[in-house]
């Protein structure tokens, strides 16, 4: 069974910079699969941040390609998500999902998500 | 990007009873890859229904999602006291992936 743990500082900072961590387990990242990560807001509901491959290859959300960098650690089966010059607007709780591949299909939907964590941004 | 249209807001019924949701595109999803996710207060999503109509793994088949192009629909046969909760749509055959904006299920 594939598990998904968020990891990071509960606070930030405006202007500061988001750092989370997600640690997989039951499975390898460099698997047929994407890693995203998504996040959710009372004011904008579930929005996709972005998604990397295994080869490290990346897709950004247009809305945020200019804060975001997410990065991958195959030695240690997690993927990092960067959220550059934060505000207040950035106040979420942040999932990381894995968007697997079947077979029967060719698609991607987000079959495992972790927990989520909150991430608030305060000075 | 494709926006997601979820109708009702809102869905006001009682455990037995036959649910309906809606999930309008605003233009066509790509391989009808669109998915129906159902989630509870503090938790995460949880995926119901992939490829507009394929049951995800271990889900009840009181679930059912029918539809294509831009319009999709999920059905719930009969409801339980546990199927009460959000539900959202999302489509990921498109970048960037989005989401509807929910319905909510209630007693």
């Known amino acids: 069974q594939v598990q998904l743990q968020e990891s990071g500082p509960g606070l930030v900072k405006p202007s500061g910079t988001l750092s989370l961590t997600c640690a997989v387990s039951?499975?390898?990242?460099?698997?047929?699969?994407?890693w995203s990560w998504v996040r959710q807001s009372p004011g904008k509901g579930l929005e996709w941040i972005g998604e990397?491959?295994?080869?490290?290859?990346?897709n950004y959300n247009p809305s945020l390609k200019s804060q975001v960098t997410i990065s991958i650690d195959k030695s240690k089966n997690q993927f990092s998500l960067r959220l550059n010059s934060v505000t207040a607007a950035d106040t979420a709780v942040y999932f990381c999902?894995?968007?697997?591949?079947?077979?029967?299909?060719?698609?991607?939907?987000?079959?495992?998500w972790g927990q989520g964590t909150l991430v608030t941004v305060s000075s | 990007e494709i926006v997601l249209t979820q109708s009702p807001g809102t869905l006001s019924l009682s455990p037995g009873e036959r649910a309906t949701l809606s999930c309008r595109a605003s233009?066509?999803?790509?391989?009808?890859?669109l998915a129906w996710y159902q989630q509870k207060p503090g938790q995460a999503p949880r995926l119901l229904i992939r490829?507009?109509?394929r049951r995800a793994t271990g889900i009840s088949d009181r679930f059912s999602g029918s539809g294509s192009g831009t319009d999709f629909t999920l059905t719930i046969s009969r409801l339980e006291p546990e199927d009460f909760a959000m539900y959202y749509c999302?489509?990921?055959?498109?970048?960037?992936?989005?989401f509807g904006q929910g319905t909510k299920v209630e007693i």
């Open positions: 999902a894995r968007e697997g591949y079947y077979y029967d299909s060719g698609g991607y939907p987000f079959d495992y």
């Open positions: 039951g499975g390898s990242i460099t698997s047929t699969n994407w």
């Open positions: 990397i491959f295994h080869n490290g290859r990346v």
């Open positions: 233009q066509s999803v790509s391989d009808n890859y």
């Open positions: 490829d507009a109509s």
């Open positions: 999302q489509q990921y055959g498109n970048s960037p992936r989005t």
